[in-house]
């Protein structure tokens, strides 16, 4: 993948060759069926997340494109992950997302600064940005790093020094400062992707409305690319129905419930206070609650 630092290992190296391989050829089967013409008028489709907010429900919802328009879903990791799933530097990041091409779809989590803003504001580029609610993402967060993913960089800390999810619960809403762990607070990790939320030419969807009213919301995000460029050539409804079949989160290896409201089997009275402590209005911003009252 352009951008990218050499990678050590050569199998990673070989793997990610093959995928470049892929994308050319996923790309010159497309523009044979739709015209070169109608891919190249296509936007760039980016769908951008916070993690554990739905990144996966999001890319099957735009892998779901690809059954009825000019659009090409290279296979790659998220933009700012290499194929060994490590962190890539941001001028990495920056290469890869200026090499997507017309009709590419891809993902990554990406936080609400420039140069990103500005060139995901470009007429020629559509992208959605998924949110959840933070109390469901604090309680998928916490199960993720201590039964999905052992080695997840709070796992110890989270299995051999906590011993309840009532702690797991505050340490994720307060952050933590420990020998061998960093993970900063709620607010903290929601105010870097805040920006999106009103940032002209993005469209921002809760997580939620593509589980409790998923046509409506897959008519949002039709309308968007539409506006962005893209000219479909089924119905509406049709379009609607390959997109909810693309959706399968069992396929996602991060998947364990995704059901909206799931953090009010978790939440105690004492992580309730001391998430009003730390986030604030937060709830209030994303239009999760009217107020402090919950």
Known sequence: MPGCPPEP?????????????????????VALKYGRETLRQAPVVFGNAMPKSGSHLLTQ???????????????????????????????????????????????????????FLSIFNQPDRATIFIYRDPRDMLVSHVFYATEMHTGHGMHAYYTQVLTS?????????????ATGCTLPGVRQRYDVYL?????????????EDLILHRDAALGRVLDYLENRGFRPIVGRAEAIVEMKNAIAPRRSGTFRKGQPGNWKEYFTERNKALFKEVAGDLLVRLGYEEDEHW
């Open 61 to 115: 919802v735009l892998e779901g494109l690809t059954a009825f328009g000019p659009f090409v879903n290279p296979g790659y990791p998220p933009v700012n992950r290499t194929e060994g799933n490590t962190p890539l530097p941001k001028d990495a990041i920056i290469a890869q997302v200026e090499d997507m091409k017309p009709g590419d779809i891809r993902y990554g989590y990406l936080h609400a600064e420039e140069p």
């Open 165 to 177: 999810m009532e702690e797991r619960l505050n340490a994720a809403i307060a952050g933590v400062t």
């Open 195 to 207: 920006g999106w939320l009103d940032h002209p030419g993005i469209l921002p969807i809760k997580f």
């Open 9 to 29: 290992n050569p199998l990673l190296r070989c793997k990610r060759s093959l995928k470049r391989v892929r994308w050319r050829f996923r790309r010159a089967r």
